[in-house]
C-alpha cells in the first residue's frame, strides 16, 4: 500500500524534531555555564536530565508522527466515501497530534527542573 506524501513528510518532520531534541546533549556543558548564580548540579544529573527532555520531545513526535499517518490516511479514505465525516475525522487526527504536544510539554518541565 502506498502512503501519502503528507505522511511521509510528516514522519521525516518527526525525525529531524527528534534530531533537534537530541541536539540538547551537545548544548549541555553551555548551559550549565550559563547557571553559575544556582546551586551547581551534579553534571551527570544535567545530562540525564538533558537525554531525559530530548527523548521526551523526540520519541512523542515520531510517535505522533506515525499516528498520524495512519489516522491521516483512514481519514482520507473515509472522507472519499462520505463527505460529511470531515469534521469528526479532523478531530481524530488532532487528537493524534496532541501527543506530540503532551512530550513537548513534559521536555518544557523538566527543562524548568534542571535550570
Excluded: H
Amino acid at each position: 500500500m502506498k502512503r501519502p506524501v503528507f505522511a511521509i513528510a510528516l514522519t521525516l518532520f518527526t525525525g529531524l524534531l527528534c534530531l533537534l531534541g537530541t541536539g540538547l546533549l551537545f548544548l549541555q556543558p553551555a548551559l550549565a555555564a550559563d547557571t553559575a548564580a544556582a546551586p551547581a548540579l551534579d553534571p551527570g544529573v544535567l545530562q540525564w536530565g538533558y537525554v531525559a527532555a530530548a527523548l521526551a520531545t523526540g520519541l512523542a513526535a515520531l510517535g505522533a508522527g506515525f499516528a498520524v499517518a495512519s489516522v491521516g490516511s483512514a481519514a482520507i479514505g473515509a472522507v472519499t466515501e462520505k463527505p460529511e465525516l470531515l469534521g469528526r475525522t479532523l478531530i481524530f487526527v488532532g487528537l493524534a497530534e496532541g501527543i506530540a504536544i503532551y512530550g513537548l510539554i513534559i521536555s518544557i518541565l523538566i527543562l524548568n527542573r534542571l535550570g
